[in-house]
């Protein structure tokens, strides 16, 4: 997420209109780490000049509506109006996305949509290239 986030700020657009980030909720709490959550939180306040356009949770499980509750009411009204949350079946889910111009295209395909990632690390590898050419 980190690397990902650094390389999106390299495009004027995205530092001006905001991120867009879509995310995939654990299926239980089990899953969930309170510390590894602080420490992302932690890590990424205030180091990243990013704007948030929109973070969208996909198949929020109650916990976590719970917990959205609860932070939106400690945030900022802009930054409370940027979170969005989105449930039902996967077409379901991808037919709301779809609402906020994110296509089915942009989705992975794990969650139902059409963007394999079988090709992440070839991408990397890419990045990496470049940015050694560049020192």
């Known amino acids: 997420v980190w ?3 650094h390389v ?3 495009d004027e657009n995205a530092q001006k209109e ?3 980030i879509v995310v ?3 299926d239980s709490l089990r899953q969930w780490s309170v510390k590894t959550s602080k420490e992302m939180a932690g890590n990424m306040q205030g180091a990243l000049p990013f704007r948030l356009g929109c973070f969208h949770v996909c198949h929020p499980p ?3 509506n719970a917990l959205l509750l609860i932070t939106r ?3 900022p009204k802009k930054l409370r109006s940027r ?3 989105h449930k039902g079946t996967h077409e379901e889910v ?3 996305l779809a609402t906020y111009c994110i296509p089915n295209s942009a989705v992975p395909e794990i969650w139902g949509g059409e963007l394999n990632l079988e090709g992440h690390s070839e991408w990397l590898e890419a990045r990496r290239s470049t940015e050694n050419g560049r020192c």
Do not use: H, N, P, Q
């Open 18 to 20: 905001g991120m867009v």
């Open 73 to 75: 009411l400690l945030l």
């Open 24 to 26: 995939k909720c654990c």
């Open 62 to 64: 109650s916990f976590v």
């Open 83 to 85: 979170i969005r949350k």
């Open 94 to 96: 991808i037919d709301s």
């Open 8 to 10: 999106a700020l390299e």
């Open 3 to 5: 690397y990902a986030i």
